[in-house]
Every structure is written in structure tokens, then in C-alpha cells.
Nanobody, 124 residues
């Protein structure tokens, strides 16, 4: 079992920045590739970004490429999502998740463990 707890969400104006954190406990964090997903009201959960267990590889959805950066610190059992130049359409609940499938897994069903989510609201 892996327990994941997100933090860092909040209310921010258009163009602002937020840094989300996801702290892991339980099984060895470095065994897992990690991803961030988001879900807006009335919409399906969608892939945002992922990072390989050794941080060598990252993968982003097109709409956040160049604005968001995923990173991890295996010594701290934490994965981060730095979000810059935020837009109203980035408003959603953001979830971190763990998988052994690979860093390019964009389908939510391929992830075994999920956090409870943190709300990000971008106001215009």
C-alpha cells in the first residue's frame, strides 16, 4: 500500500503560480512512477503530467506543456507540480497517483494509488 497526500492548492489569479506537493508513505516511493491528474466540475478526470521513478523522464498533456513542471525528491518521498501562468481552465481538483506501468501512462486506470485531491481555483 502507498498513501498519498496532496497539498498546496488554493485560489490564485490568472497568470499566477502554485506549487502542489504530494507526500507518499508506505511502500518504497522510488518503486513508482508518479502522475498528476485533474478533474473539473462536470468533466472526466484527465492526465496532467507524469515522471519516471528516477526522474529521468517526464510527460505532459499538451495544454500544460511549458507552463507546468513535474519533479520528485525520492529522499523526501514527495512529488511536486509547479504550475505557472495559470489559466481559468486549469481550475480543478488535482490528484497525484502512483503506478508501476511507466511514466507515460496517461490512463487513470493504470494507476494503483491515489491521493484525496487538492482544489486549485484560478480566478479571472
Amino acid at each position: 500500500q502507498v498513501q498519498l497526500v496532496e497539498s498546496g492548492g488554493g485560489l490564485v489569479q490568472v497568470g499566477g503560480s502554485l506549487r502542489l506537493s504530494c507526500a507518499a508513505s508506505g511502500r518504497t516511493f522510488s518503486w513508482y512512477d508518479m502522475g498528476w491528474f485533474r478533474q473539473a466540475p462536470g468533466k472526466e478526470r484527465e492526465f496532467v503530467a507524469a515522471i519516471s521513478r528516477n526522474s529521468f523522464n517526464t510527460y505532459y498533456r499538451g495544454s500544460v506543456q511549458g507552463r507546468f513542471t513535474i519533479s520528485r525528491d525520492n529522499a523526501k518521498n514527495t512529488v511536486y507540480l509547479q504550475m505557472n501562468s495559470l489559466k481559468p481552465e486549469d481550475t480543478a481538483v488535482y490528484y497525484c497517483a502512483a503506478t508501476t506501468v511507466g511514466y507515460n501512462a496517461i490512463d487513470s486506470y493504470k494507476y494503483d494509488y491515489w491521493g484525496q485531491g487538492t482544489q486549485v481555483t484560478v480566478s479571472s
